[in-house]
């Protein structure tokens, strides 16, 4: 799981980099199809017993969501640092707490409640929407955390219902099914080896990295594997820093340490609840 997270950091890092050259939505194209390839693998490996769905409707709506989430990121990346975007994303585990007490009547105790406020207060301290370090890009990252945030309540129960394998595949071909379909209006062929590169890299770090995702979950438990992605908050930092020079501030750092504190707060207490 720590090898995945470092996997889509360093995609990430390549997709700040193509922002460069190329439209967000063919950069969004690219890693979603590097997610198709992942779902092609486990196709390949698992057989047409991963294409069983008990909700083909919350399976479609689930790979919408996937791709706005990746679109939004993508376009809000581009003005962005790394690090920044990839610390407020990690406000959508807060969201998935308060959207399931909210829309789906999950009991939600005053603890956690606190959590979710002290963790949106670091979103802000990040954002500090106002003030001139403010960029209304970052407002597509939190877009982005929201989708996935919303994403993630929906089909809480298809990951147990239809596994994590199924849930993947259908993500993947959902997803770029209908980014493919506006893509003629926004693509451009790359003009040199090292953006053929970049390319690849992204698709091919996607794909293993989702690869990597499944075979962590099919043998280790969720309360031990998803702590783990908080180290793409690490990934993230070293690779801003050195690709593109930029090194969160003082706020940014402050923000970041309250939002993964608040996260693994509320993670544990829903593990004491029994609910993971």
């Not at 050195?242 to 501030?249: Q, R």
């Given at each position: 799981m720590s090898l995945a997270f470092f996997l889509v950091a360093a995609s990430d890092a390549q997709v700040k980099v193509l922002t460069e050259a190329f439209h967000p939505m063919q950069i969004a194209w690219t890693r979603q199809m590097g997610l198709l390839l992942g779902a092609l693998v486990l196709l390949a490996m698992k057989g047409g017993q991963i294409l069983r769905t008990s909700n083909i409707p919350l399976q479609v709506v689930r790979g919408v969501l996937a791709l706005m989430t990746a679109t939004f990121f993508v376009f809000g990346l581009r003005f962005v640092p790394l690090a920044d975007a990839v610390a407020v994303c990690f406000v959508a585990p807060i969201m998935v707490t308060a959207m399931g007490a909210l829309f789906l009547g999950e009991p939600v105790g005053i603890r956690r409640w606190s959590a979710v406020i002290v963790g949106f207060?670091?979103?802000l301290i990040i954002i500090?929407?106002?003030?001139a370090s403010f960029h209304?890009?970052?407002?597509?990252v939190v877009l982005a955390a929201t989708c996935f945030a919303v994403r993630q309540v929906l089909?809480?129960?298809l990951v147990v219902q239809d596994g994590v394998a199924t849930t993947i595949t259908y993500t993947a071909f959902v997803s770029i099914i209908v980014l493919t379909v506006p893509l003629p209006f926004f693509w451009t062929t790359p003009e040199?080896?090292?953006q053929v590169l970049l390319m690849i890299g992204v698709a091919g770090f996607a794909a293993l990295a989702e690869l990597l995702f499944v075979k962590a979950l099919e043998v280790g438990m969720t309360v031990v594997v998803a702590p783990v992605q908080y180290t793409l908050i690490i990934w993230g930092t070293f690779y801003g820093w050195?690709?593109?020079?930029?090194?969160?501030?003082m706020w940014t750092v402050l923000g970041t340490m309250i939002i993964v504190v608040t996260g693994f707060y509320i993670f544990n207490r829903e593990r004491m609840l029994m609910r993971i």
């Open positions: 207060i670091g979103t500090r929407p106002g003030f209304p890009a970052m407002l597509l089909s809480r129960n040199t080896f090292n050195i690709i593109f020079g930029h090194f969160p501030d």
